[in-house]
């Protein structure tokens, strides 16, 4: 297995600097997945560690080597994207056997590695079609399997899932992790969807304009995100502008906001300078009535989601999200809500 380094990494167009000073260490048979909005520079990264794109500064390790100056041909790693790029005027065998003819691997292994994960993959039965003859999800299929008979140490996926409907998409997802724990590879992921990359990962690195800014498990981006553009990105948050009340003698700091007064525990690190407060829509409590420390605001929307309620409701002109396993409440009823201090994340308001 094969860990991947990245040490102060930059790459330039002209003057627009798409990725900006990036670090890191990937861990031998990890699964890490880059994940950002449109632009933030995650294919740029993954085509740096490819091969495809010279850093303009900055140098890549394979294990130990540095790879920096080497061809993608010369480096020990696969890549599988969207677009299948399968070749349409050959078999499903034969662009399995592609990479490998080029390799000039020897007849008889070829036939064993493309055997091995055409079985893997379930794709035994396709070998012999074109790849016009295959669905959407068998293409990608191959796309993979094309990676995989490389036998390479390192993996990299491009949003390999896009053009997948929903229920294939979760269906290949699961196949891609099992067989990159198979394989015992190690796997960089770029994607777009959050559901996706909380779902597959070890680590997410959250990008956000040429830089990483939180790299963590999607535990811990989740429920201690460092900064609110993460908050943001992962998982639904309610973000409130927030003032630390100056006079709070009790066991927990008191937070205001507009949409009323949270409590913090003590422990909680706060940040220098404006801060802001969120809580996600899950951790509010519904109470059935009025208390002594309970939030209330507006219903203003109601959408029913099978196993919970989503429910817009609004405090002073600020809008904010609360999940309800069960509820009669209707748009227009006052909800009266508690959230406990342990799920209540405060964060510098301009990061
Ligand atoms: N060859 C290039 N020349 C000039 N600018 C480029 C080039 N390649 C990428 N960029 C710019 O660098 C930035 C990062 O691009 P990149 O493709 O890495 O983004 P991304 O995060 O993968 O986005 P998406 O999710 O839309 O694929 C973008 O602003 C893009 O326009």
Known sequence: MTGISADHLVMRFDRFTAVNDISFDVAPGEFVTLLGPSGCGKTTLLKM???????????????????????????????????YALFPHLSVKENLEFGLKQKKIPRKDRSLRVGEVAEKLGLEPQLEKLPNQLSGGQQQRVSLGRALVMRPGVILFDEPLSNLDAKLRDQVRIEIRRIQQDFALTAIYVTHDQAEALALSDRIFVMNAGRVEQADTPEVLYRKPATRFVADFIGGANILPAKLKPRDGGKDRLIDTPAGIFSVSREAALPEGKICLCFRPETARLLSGPADDALSGTVVTRAFQGHFTDLIAETNGISYRIQARETALREGDTVYFTVAPEDVIILGADA
């Open 49 to 83: 560690i490819s091969g495809f794109l010279k850093p303009s500064s900055g140098r890549i390790f394979l294990g130990e080597e540095d790879v920096t100056d080497r061809p993608p041909e010369a480096r020990d790693t696969a890549l599988c994207f969207q677009s």
